[in-house]
T-cell receptor, first 114, second 118 residues
Framework: GDSVTQMEGPVTLSEEAFLTINCTYT??????LFWYVQYPGEGLQLLLK?????DKGSNKGFEATYRKETTSFHLEKGSVQVSDSAVYFC?????????????FGKGTHLIIQP | GAVVSQHPSWVICKSGTSVKIECRSL??????MFWYRQFPKQSLMLMAT?????????EQGVEKDKFLINHASLTLSTLTVTSAHPEDSSFYIC??????????????FGAGTRLSVL
C-alpha cells in the first residue's frame, strides 16, 4: 500500500541554521505530495504542496521539490526561526480531486533554539 | 483562511459510554470530511471518509458500528465512539475538503480531540 517515511525527531537546531527534513514515499500511482505543519494546540495547516514531478512547492521560506526518480519530497529552509518550532508532517494522496484521504508520515518534531 | 472547528478538544469518559465529536467547517462548504486517528508518536491514520448526505466509507479494519459517522450538512460531520473502551483512547482529528474547485485537493484540519476512556 501507499506509505510515507520521514525522518524521526526531535530535530533540534539553532536559529538561522539550514533545515532539511527528509521524506520519501511509496505509491501505486502518481500522488500529490504535501507538507503540513502543526503548531502547539492547533490543527494541521497546509504548508506547501506539489502535484506532479519536478514541481516545487514553497511557502514562508520553506520549499520542497517533487522528485519522482527518488520518490522524495524533502522539506528545506535556508534560515530557521524560533517560530518555526512545530511538528511537520509529510503526506500524499492519489485523488487528483482530493477525493482520497491523506496518507501521512509519522511527523517530525522540530525545535529551534535561540 | 478556511477554518475547521472541532469540539470538544478533550474528553474523558467512563468505559461503556458513548462520546460524540463534532467537526464544523466555519467559513466554507465541505463536500467531504475525513476522520483520522493518531496514536502517540504515530502518524495520522485515516479512519473514514464522509460525504454529505451519504454513508461514510470506512477504511479496512475500522469498525463502522463502533465509530458512527454522520455528515448531515455541508458544514458539519460528527463522529460518535460507541461503548468506548480504554483501547479507544486516542487523538481524533477531522479534516474538511473545500467545495471550491481551486482548493479541492486541500484538506483543512481541526485541532483534534483527545479522548481518554477510563
Amino acid at each position: 500500500g501507499d506509505s510515507v517515511t520521514q525522518m524521526e525527531g526531535p530535530v533540534t537546531l539553532s536559529e538561522e541554521a539550514f533545515l532539511t527534513i527528509n521524506c520519501t514515499y511509496t505509491a501505486t500511482g502518481y500522488p500529490s505530495l504535501f507538507w503540513y505543519v502543526q503548531y502547539p494546540g492547533e490543527g494541521l495547516q497546509l504548508l506547501l504542496k506539489a502535484t506532479k514531478a519536478d514541481d516545487k512547492g514553497s511557502n514562508k521560506g520553506f520549499e520542497a521539490t517533487y522528485r519522482k526518480e527518488t520518490t522524495s519530497f524533502h522539506l528545506e529552509k535556508g534560515s530557521v526561526q524560533v517560530s518555526d518550532s512545530a511538528v511537520y508532517f509529510c503526506a500524499l494522496n492519489l485523488g487528483g480531486g482530493g477525493a482520497d484521504g491523506l496518507t501521512f508520515g509519522k511527523g517530525t518534531h522540530l525545535i529551534i533554539q535561540p | 483562511g478556511a477554518v475547521v472547528s472541532q469540539h470538544p478538544s478533550w474528553v474523558i469518559c467512563k468505559s461503556g459510554t458513548s462520546v460524540k465529536i463534532e467537526c464544523r467547517s466555519l467559513d466554507f462548504q465541505a463536500t467531504t470530511m475525513f476522520w483520522y486517528r493518531q496514536f502517540p508518536k504515530q502518524s495520522l491514520m485515516l479512519m473514514a471518509t464522509s460525504n454529505e448526505g451519504s454513508k461514510a466509507t470506512y477504511e479496512q479494519g475500522v469498525e463502522k458500528d463502533k465509530f458512527l459517522i454522520n455528515h448531515a450538512s455541508l458544514t458539519l460531520s460528527t463522529l460518535t465512539v460507541t461503548s468506548a473502551h480504554p483501547e479507544d483512547s486516542s487523538f481524533y482529528i477531522c479534516s474538511a475538503r473545500a467545495r471550491i474547485y481551486s482548493a479541492k485537493n486541500i484538506q483543512y484540519f481541526g485541532a483534534g480531540t483527545r479522548l481518554s476512556v477510563l
